[in-house]
């Protein structure tokens, strides 16, 4: 069953309505197989013919939109509710009929399926003269952990990550691990039966079918196969994750080969191994049953802080084990008794001398036909600082998840008021529903193309301005596409800025550039020289001269929302228009880091 409920922004006031799979399913155009074209997954806006009573679609920014999986499709000209009938069930229509010219609706709709919410698309509805300007964004949909490339790049973990069954990323450490380059990696289409060196078939299989249903999952598994001929032994980990903002299943790889091989040689007293044991923090331990004592190779004083009791494992052993620890691990080793298997578990022990360490424990256990415990053969090894490591990095990918969301939030914020700037008296010559549209598709992009930057930043809560402005203004350029306008950029402010300024810094730029390429004649050369630095203040100081004339008037839109903009960051506005040239110096202060 699939729930839509209808909630009004600053109300109590909801519709809910119900429709099973097939009516969901009879209202879609099919179900989404990654082959259609499918819209930006974080808007759809569309322009309502106001003229007519079928509610015609004038224009939309994409035409297929995918919604749990399902596929529906805008058509210029075809009735709204045609297009989208659960729509008219939440009485929508209504709403609109209902609605004033120049105002303005606000409303989230979410949508829950099996009880599990799936999608959360805030929708505002502004109603001018001649039409409805529909503007919608997800703000809700699951989020996967999120994990900057450079972050990635520093890892010692053997990272891989799969967007459609393609891989779109690995680090040199999983190149590594399974001798190949990442220039061989990145782009290998996978599929079934090709035994890739990094997951069973079945296993990625599942991992794809439960990222394309929006399931978390976390499966591992152990794996051996072939690299370069030698037969290897991983431990694979399947999670999923967003890379890029898109979902995709992540991939981290561990080579065993060499700590099975350590699992059997272990117990060899040659001197050739006893410096083996003691470069990998190895202690040994032997002990039969019929003979209460236990022996320990000399590494226990170096792991364990004091000298063994030699009375049995578990007063030099299980007994240091941490409360929280404690009973997984009798669960565990009781199974592999019962079970009569070799005895592996991890587990954290405070020594004697109060440390905390992270301990691997491997235990050949010999049984008489009775099943009766003959001998109990093993070791530990002190794995602290590779497991302090793996919680760092850890650690650190739960602050940029939390840093990530709180930017998202920001963003969105940042854009509905940009949005309650429009006054739709303003500009009524000029001020179509497209423009709003389009101008709002715009700055989305360009938030979405902001945001990508920042997550590539090592630090995600304070921004190097010459690191990622550059290749933001690189890539505005390079979409926008225009031969006629000489754009003389330079990013000189090398400072770090919190995320907050970076996003506004980069929509104060976004702006200035869409409304002098909006506004520019198509048949004369224009320059555009625009200079980002620091003033004797340490401001961030935006100097914009520009042949373009008529921008930016005193009344107009735009220059409220850049004044706007300008505000968030206590700053300063002055724009010179004269005959020949437009003058904008704007001067920004800094969020602290």
Known sequence: MIKFILKFIGSEE??????????????????????????????????????????????????????????????????????????????????????????????????????????????????????????????????????????????????????????????????????????????????????????????????????????????????????????????????????????????????????????????????????????????????????????????????????????????????????????????????????????????????????????????KIQYENNGKIVSINGFIQDRTEINESRYKLLNELDQRENAIKEMHYESQKILDNILNQTDLKLNTENFSPKFIVEKSQNRRNALNLIQEKIHESPNISSINVIDTLNPFIKVQLKFYNVTNVNFNVKVLANIFVSRKTMIILALIINEIIDNIIREVSTYQEEEVIMRVDLNVQKHISIFVETSVTNIYAQSDLSTKILKYLVNELKGSLKIKRKEFNTLIDIFLEQESV
């Open 14 to 363: 909801k519709k809910e309505v119900f429709i099973d799979d097939q009516t969901f399913f009879d209202y879609s155009n099919g179900v989404d197989n990654g082959i259609n074209e499918s819209s930006d997954s974080d808007s759809a806006n569309l322009i309502l013919d106001l003229g007519t009573n079928d509610y015609k679609i004038k224009y939309s920014n994409s035409f297929n939109h995918v919604v749990l999986n399902h596929i529906f499709k805008f058509e210029i000209n075809q009735p709204f509710f045609e297009s989208l009938p659960i729509f008219k069930d939440l009485g929508l229509k209504e709403i609109l009929e209902n609605m004033e010219e120049n105002s303005e609706c606000k409303f989230n709709i979410f949508i829950f399926q099996d009880d599990v919410l799936m999608h959360n698309f805030k929708i505002t509805i502004i109603r001018t003269p001649h039409s409805y300007v529909c503007l919608s964004s997800s703000i809700g949909n699951k989020y996967f952990k999120q994990i900057s490339p450079r972050v990635l790049k520093s890892s010692s973990e053997a990272i891989c990550f799969i967007q459609d069954k393609v891989i779109v990323y690995v680090n040199n450490s999983f190149a590594n691990l399974i001798s190949k380059s990442v220039e061989q990696l990145e782009g290998l289409k996978l599929y079934p039966g090709m035994n890739f060196p990094g997951a069973d078939d079945n296993q990625l299989l599942k991992a794809f079918n439960d990222l394309n249903e929006g399931k978390y999952f976390y499966h591992n598994q152990d794996l051996k196969t072939k690299v370069n001929g030698v037969e290897c032994s991983f431990k694979i980990f399947l999670s999923a994750m967003s890379y890029k903002n898109n979902p995709a299943v992540l991939l981290t790889a561990i080579d065993v080969t060499k700590q099975n091989l350590l699992n059997e040689i272990s117990f060899n007293n040659n001197n050739e191994i006893q410096t083996l044991r003691s470069i990998g923090n190895i202690a040994v331990f032997k002990q039969k049953i019929n003979n209460a004592e236990i022996t320990w190779s000399p590494e226990y004083l170096t792991i364990m802080g004091k000298l063994p009791t030699y009375k049995s494992l578990k007063s030099d052993l299980f007994d240091y084990i941490i409360d929280e620890d404690k009973n997984l691990f009798e669960k565990t080793w009781i199974k592999f008794i019962r079970t009569k298997n070799d005895a592996i578990s991890e587990f954290r022990i405070k020594n004697d001398e109060g440390k905390l360490k992270y301990l691997y424990l491997y235990s």
